[in-house]
């Protein structure tokens, strides 16, 4: 309960906010596309999940090579608070977010759900999973018995490791449960903690290129109700339907910016260390050369969301009693806004 106050609390002060920022700061607001005849660039704002990464180049590509100036945008790039981007842009903190089908679960699994919608993929398939050192051999969900596990303590989290480890013969009970928000993957591993959950593309790329040999259980590979959407691109739906020929305007720019990472991924991952100096610039690059094939993997059409994929996750959400309240089916995401 206390969550749910801090958070309706949170929305208000960011809509009060955010309405006082566009009266004042704004020379063009994205606030309808009807009957607009600036000739000035039109403000357009997206928040990011965590601190800047790969999965975030393609926006970094849009801002440098002025993909989002030749549709007529100014683009602020935003770095959020942690874990509050949904609230944010549900409340129009701001226009466009980054985030995650699994955490926007709760958001729709309410009669009140948040108005944000998924209107692109990042990376076409979930690229996160179960990474440990080689030397505890660990490599299949069974043997994860035994060892400990690094836990934020999410029943959706949880979930997913109960179901690879059980669906391998594996006993889930044995596993030791560590509360911890591991920040530093390649640290965590040389502890007490056994595995850790990880993004492959950044935390993965990390173990690599600090010398570590690993075993990586990818959660796609053990169930197609797992190869969910992991990130997505969000946007505020009063946005979405006030300015849909800015929100297309908006990811037709991204899109470029993520097809020249596909193409160019040395050069796209110079862009990101530009922007953002404090990056390890090898691992950037050893990243973006990962990814690479990744962000579009066989559909032709950057940021396509499939629909049978993204109801059979939700789907197996609630069969597992992991959400309060059914999704419908093409609940939470729409393909409308994506360039052709």
Not at 198 to 203: E, F, L, N, Q, R
Not at 304 to 331: A, C, H, V
Request: proline residues 4%; charged residues 25%.
């Amino acid at each position: 309960m206390k969550k749910k106050i801090t958070a309706l609390f949170l929305c208000l002060v960011l809509v009060i906010g955010g309405l006082t920022a566009c009266q004042s700061t704004n020379k063009a607001p994205a606030g309808n596309d009807n009957g607009d005849k600036s000739s000035e660039l039109k403000k357009v704002r997206i928040v990011l999940d965590w601190t800047p990464n790969t999965n975030h180049t393609g926006l970094y590509v849009a801002q440098e090579l002025g993909y989002f100036k030749e549709e007529g945008l100014d683009v602020e790039i935003m770095q959020p608070p942690e874990g509050s981007t949904t609230s944010l842009v549900g409340a129009g903190g701001a226009e466009f977010g980054i985030s995650f089908q699994d955490t926007l679960a709760p958001a729709y699994a309410t009669d009140n759900p948040m108005p944000v919608t998924a209107v692109a993929a990042v990376i076409q398939h979930n690229t996160s999973g179960i990474i440990s050192l080689k030397k505890l051999g660990i490599d299949s969900p069974k043997k994860m018995e035994g060892h400990s596990y690094a836990t934020w303590d999410s029943p959706i989290e949880q979930a997913i490791i109960k179901k690879i480890v059980e669906d391998d013969g594996g006993d889930y009970s044995k596993i030791k449960m560590i509360p911890n928000t591991v920040t530093n993957v390649v640290s965590a591993l040389q502890t007490n903690i056994d595995t850790v959950w990880v993004y492959y593309a950044w935390d993965g790329i990390a173990t690599k290129v600090a010398g570590l040999d690993t075993n990586y259980l990818n959660f796609a590979d053990y169930g197609k109700e797992l190869d969910f959407y992991s990130p997505v691109i969000i946007a505020n739906d009063s946005f979405l339907k006030k300015n849909p020929d800015t929100a297309k305007k908006f990811l037709n720019a991204v899109r470029r910016g993520y097809e020249y990472a596909i193409s160019e991924p040395e050069k796209a991952a110079d862009i990101l260390v530009k922007a953002v100096p404090e990056l390890d610039s090898k691992m950037v690059t050893e990243s973006q050369k990962w990814l690479a094939d990744k962000y579009k993997a066989e559909v032709t059409r950057w940021g396509y969301i499939d629909k049978d994929r993204w109801d059979g996750f939700y789907n197996w959400l609630y069969d597992n009693k992991l959400i309060e309240k059914e999704i419908p089916s093409g609940t939470g995401f729409s393909n409308d806004y994506l360039a052709d």
